[in-house]
């Protein structure tokens, strides 16, 4: 296998990860770039085992998006809606409530609270929705709020970042989930997301978080209209911030899905891309603990082998996910738990559920 990655040209990048050592930018782009997916993927394979052997993780989870109404509107997403749009809808926190309590009889650890940027809720609603997800289940953890969400709260809330995040702590917040960063380069939220919280801002509310010790995840978007070097700007601004303030528990690569959003015209991801996203972030974000190939946006079969391609996380149960499926995913929108643990053992790795804050709650 080694020959073969010589023979693809990347023998000095070979060299840098049996060593442990850093790579460049240039280094990046060059992985991203290449044909040799097997190449790159042994790579990323051999990061990955080093980092977390033969384990593969998921959760128990449930998701609730409490809103799709957006004054961002941004062109690749096919969840955020004007309110007078017929298809917007936002819950009370009585419904919140209700989803958590559905749900009851099941033993989810985790639910993940994400929504858009809505233009008249209070600040207060999210302290009471926070509230009252603890008041249905007070031992879960609440994974809630984007870096642009968290912005807009602040703003509602007339105080700094930090004095927010602190009261939203207060209230039951426990994480921060990776949306929102897309891409972070300038052109590319010009051209997407131009209303949107800028790639500095993100990083900026992420390690606010950090610094009073909430964990968050990281994400990108790709397949759209980025570059390559794009890409691993976006990853070097990560690793970057990861130096600083290490509050990254994961870093989740988001295959674009064209259908019913602004840039429809586009093709979706292909099974090579979604493969060296993964791989490419494996190698370079050494600083980063966990890569998670999320089986909502890629399927569960690209899943399975991602775990072989850096990847040791596919993340959970997930219960009821809108904002990919909006946008065509085909994934399905929750998985039991015991198919998970099945897809794990097919691939060949130890299935490994976990907490949020990758806790081990049960090896199989």
Known sequence: MEQMVVAAGLGDVL????????????????????????????????????????????????????????????????FGKDKESPQAYEMTVDQVKAKVRERLAEPITEVHVVGGIHPDLPYQYYLDMLRGIKEVRPEIHIQAFTCVEIAHLATLAGKSVTETLKELVAA???????GGAEVFSPRIRQRTCEKKLSGEGWLEVAKSAHRIGLKSNATMLYGHIETMEERVEHLAALRTA?????????????????????????????GIDDLKNIAVARCFLDNFPHIK???????????????????????????EELITHMAGG???????????????????????????????IKEY
């Open 15 to 78: 060299e840098k990860v049996k060593a442990g050592e850093r790579l460049s930018v240039a280094d990046g782009v060059r992985l991203y770039k290449t044909n040799d997916i097997l190449a790159v993927g042994y790579l990323a394979n051999l990061v990955r085992e080093r980092l977390n052997g033969d384990r593969a993780y998921f959760i128990y989870n449930q998701h609730v998006n409490y809103s799709n109404i957006c004054t961002n509107l941004c062109k690749f997403c096919a």
């Open 293 to 319: 190939a999320y089986w909502v946006m890629i399927g569960p079969k690209l899943a399975q082998i991602a775990l072989s391609f850096g990847a040791d996380d596919v993340d959970g149960t997930v219960k």
């Open 242 to 270: 990861q130096d600083e303030t290490g509050g990254f528990l994961t870093f989740i690569p988001l295959a674009f899905h064209p259908k019913n959003t602004e840039l429809h015209e586009l093709a979706k991801t292909s």
């Open 172 to 178: 039951g917040l426990g994480s921060i989930p990776g």
């Open 330 to 360: 085909e994934a399905g929108g929750t998985m039991a738990d015991t198919e998970l643990i099945r897809l794990i053992r097919d691939a060949g790795r130890k299935p490994v559920e976990r907490d949020t804050l990758y806790n081990v």
